[in-house]
Every structure is written in structure tokens, then in C-alpha cells.
């Protein structure tokens, strides 16, 4: 399945080769670029391998923010609306091609417009919930903190933008899943593993991020004439 997502990755992309090649920036006239990723699992299982000496990673919130799609980021790390949001690519075909595959799960879809200079955290939260079995005991906690608020989802963490000699995308994600202890009578416990992937994109270029369970669909592109 891996091999057939990355050959659709690859056709998709025969027209569209750059790199991060602007090395000035016009301070009164920022050039704009068109952030999208989407977030998806290949593991259907909520399931880890059982550890005996297994030690959670604590959540950190990396202070994130919540954003409404294609909305443009400011300098006061807000989220507003993109006047010209209807003229963007969006990633919404893609989407729905992998939303078609029995064996994938689509974590979150997230996509925003930012100048190059700006830094922030955008919150990523989806995948398997597993709050009505914390609610109702069937699942326990042995660390309370690695939970953030709301729901407790299979993923949650942040994805952000940088760009210094290339573009580099940033991902903090922290995949909790259950683990069944040994004995008959034992409790499933929930667990958090902290993953962090720091990696270079191409601009205008679409990249696919794979990991163990999951995955990350990421395209930069530059804003023009809009």
C-alpha cells in the first residue's frame, strides 16, 4: 500500500520540479507561500507491541494554534482569512483519492498562506478517539500528562514552516496507542510516544514524510499573482 501511495505521490508531481530558490525577500511586499499537508495513518490498529519497561512521553503543546483552512497567518502568530482563498490549489482532490483506500486513515488535513518570515505552531489532531473508553474504564491512564485538552485523539502536536536555506518542515506529534499488559485479568493501558521529524521540502514540489504508522502529505507552493 505504501509503494502504491508514493507511485500516485510521484504521477501527481511529473510537472512540478523547484527548489526554495528566493534569497530576498521584499519587506513591504512579502512573498506569500500556500502551506498544505495532510496527515494520514496506514495502521488501522490502535494497538503497540506490549513493552514491559515501556515509558510514556509527556504531552508539550508547543503553545499550537487552531486555524480555519487557507486562512493567512500574521505576524501576531493569528489565523485570518485569505481574501483570495478561492483562487488557491487546494489539497481537496487529493484528499478525497485517499480517502478512497480502504487501508488509510486521514489524520487531519490542514492548509494555510504565510510569508517566509513567520514561525508558528499549527495544532494536528485526529485519528482513533478514545474517549468514551477512558470515560467508561475500559481503557486506564498511568500518566495523566499525556494528555492534552478536549479529546484524547490517536494523534495530536503541531506541524510548522521554516525556511533557511530550503523550506523545513517541522512535525512534533505524539501517537498514543493501547497496549494490552500481560496476565488475563490485565487492563488495557493508553501510551504516548513523542515523534519529532525535522525535513527539508522543495518548493512547489509535492513530498510524502512516511513513518512507521502514518504518514505526512506536504506540498509548499508560491503565491502568484494573487
Not at 478525497?96 to 489524520?107: E, M, P, R
Not at 493501558?189 to 513513518?211: E, G, H, P
Request: hydrophobic share 40%.
Amino acid at each position: 500500500m505504501k509503494l502504491i501511495l508514493i507511485i500516485q505521490i510521484l504521477i501527481l508531481n511529473l510537472l512540478s520540479v523547484s527548489y526554495a530558490e528566493e534569497n530576498i525577500e521584499n519587506q513591504l511586499n512579502p512573498i506569500l507561500y500556500h502551506v498544505k499537508v495532510i496527515a494520514i495513518s496506514h495502521n488501522i490498529s490502535s494497538y503497540r507491541d506490549f513493552e514491559e519497561n515501556f515509558t510514556d512521553d509527556k504531552y508539550n503543546d508547543k503553545a499550537p494554534i487552531q486555524i480555519i483552512n487557507n486562512c493567512i497567518l500574521k505576524d501576531d502568530i493569528t489565523c485570518e482569512k485569505f481574501e483570495s482563498d478561492y483562487k488557491l490549489d487546494t489539497f481537496n482532490e487529493y484528499k478525497k483519492i485517499l480517502q478512497g483506500q480502504s487501508d488509510l486513515t486521514i489524520i487531519d488535513h490542514l492548509e494555510w498562506v504565510q510569508d517566509s518570515s513567520i514561525k508558528a505552531n499549527i495544532k494536528i489532531k485526529g485519528g482513533y478517539d478514545y474517549s468514551n473508553e477512558i470515560l467508561d474504564e475500559v481503557l486506564t491512564i498511568s500518566d495523566f500528562d499525556i494528555l492534552s485538552s478536549g479529546t484524547i485523539s490517536e494523534y495530536e502536536g503541531t506541524v510548522s514552516i521554516i525556511k533557511e536555506n530550503f523550506f523545513q518542515i517541522h512535525i512534533n506529534i505524539h501517537e498514543r496507542k493501547r497496549m494490552k499488559p500481560t496476565g488475563f485479568f490485565a487492563t488495557e493501558t493508553l501510551t504516548s510516544k513523542n515523534i519529532v521529524i525535522n525535513q527539508n521540502i522543495k518548493l512547489n514540489k509535492i513530498t510524502y514524510i512516511d513513518r512507521d504508522n502514518f504518514g505526512f502529505v506536504v506540498s509548499i507552493i508560491k503565491v502568484n499573482n494573487i
